[in-house]
């Protein structure tokens, strides 16, 4: 059991909640003990795509961590809370309502890469606090701002008509690591003269994942009870699909195992997927023809 799960996390399930889910079902089939890590945090009120990474694939979920994902989303005009989303409490309200056209004239300003303030209450650290538990204790909590990319932001398919005010909006957003959607609809609504915050969040893509890969969590609970989870788990290598592959004689396999290098290889500089006859050997680093292990995989 080394390779990849994606629940379609539901509403009110914490992205740790996810990962104790596919524990139970590997507890429940009687797989045994693997470690298991998810490859990317989703908001409690969030839904959508979860890649957990199981055994020897949990060395590739801080990989999956850095990919772009693909958000459906919504802005609830007129109210801004805390949490910038329905979790929290309001701060601020505005009777000013944007057109559809209002909205798509604004939605270039955030694409391409962006200057972002991330929300106060996130898991980003300040102090080696979380920010949300200083959110949460009363304290005033201020993150620097970073540069995020936005490939594409686009409203759904079959908006309303171009002319009517709105009390909503829902969007689509192809973003990179670190984006954070609730402030992009914090920043929109502020940059239509009102104010917003997410009311619908569904994760569609991370990385190499979609909703096409992910299962509910009772299709999960009946499979580990079933021992069938062999039948959803995705290979160690889907998680690296954007990498090309470098096949290994055995004492090629061998040399990199015990953590040595090699030499004179005749291939481009970058990284590559080592294996040998289709078994993963390791993550590598290119370089003048020298192969260096970045991630050793133990199977």
Same mark, same amino acid.
């Not at 999960?220 to 290994?248: F, N, T, Y």
């Given at each position: ?46 839904? *959508? ?52 056209? @209002? ?19 996130? @898991? ?32 759904? /398919?079959?908006?309303? /008509? ?61 499979? *580990? ?9 995705? /290979? ?7 990498? /090309? @592959? ?35 050997? @390791? ?17």
């Amino acid at each position: 059991m080394h390779g990849w799960i994606i629940l379609d996390k539901p509403l009110g399930l914490g992205s740790t909640q996810g990962v104790s889910a596919i524990k139970r079902a590997l507890r429940d089939g009687g797989y045994g003990r693997f470690k298991v890590g998810h490859g990317g945090t989703l908001d409690p009120l969030a839904t *959508g795509v979860l890649p957990i990474a199981i055994g020897e694939a949990t060395k590739l979920a801080g990989r999956m961590l850095d990919s772009d994902k693909i958000y459906e989303f919504t802005i609830g005009f007129g109210v801004q809370t805390d949490t910038l989303d329905l979790e929290g409490k309001v701060v601020a309200e505005s009777d000013a309502r944007p057109t559809l056209a @209002a909205v798509e004239a604004v939605l270039p300003r955030f694409t391409g890469s962006i200057d972002q303030v991330p929300p106060a209450y996130s @898991a980003l650290k300040i102090d080696g606090e979380r920010a949300y538990d200083l959110a949460r204790a009363g304290e005033e909590v201020v993150l620097a701002t970073r540069a995020v990319t936005i490939f594409s932001l686009n409203t759904s /398919p079959a908006p309303p /008509p171009t002319g009517e005010v709105l009390e909503n909006v829902a969007l689509i957003a192809h973003v990179s690591k670190g984006t954070y959607i609730r402030s992009l609809a914090r920043d929109i609504a502020l940059a239509l003269g009102t104010v917003g915050h997410v009311t619908h969040l569904r994760r569609t893509r991370a990385g190499p994942f979609g909703l096409s890969h992910a299962i509910s969590l009772d299709k999960l609970s009946e499979l *580990g009870h079933g021992r069938a989870l062999e039948d959803i788990l995705l /290979p160690l290598r889907a998680g690296l699909d954007d990498i /090309p @592959a470098l096949p290994l004689s055995p004492d090629q396999a061998g040399a990199l195992r015990q953590g040595r290098k090699l030499v004179g290889i005749a291939v481009h500089d970058g990284q590559y997927f080592a294996t040998l006859h289709d078994v993963p050997v @390791a993550l590598v680093d290119v370089s003048d023809h020298e192969v260096r292990v970045v991630r050793g995989f133990n199977l």
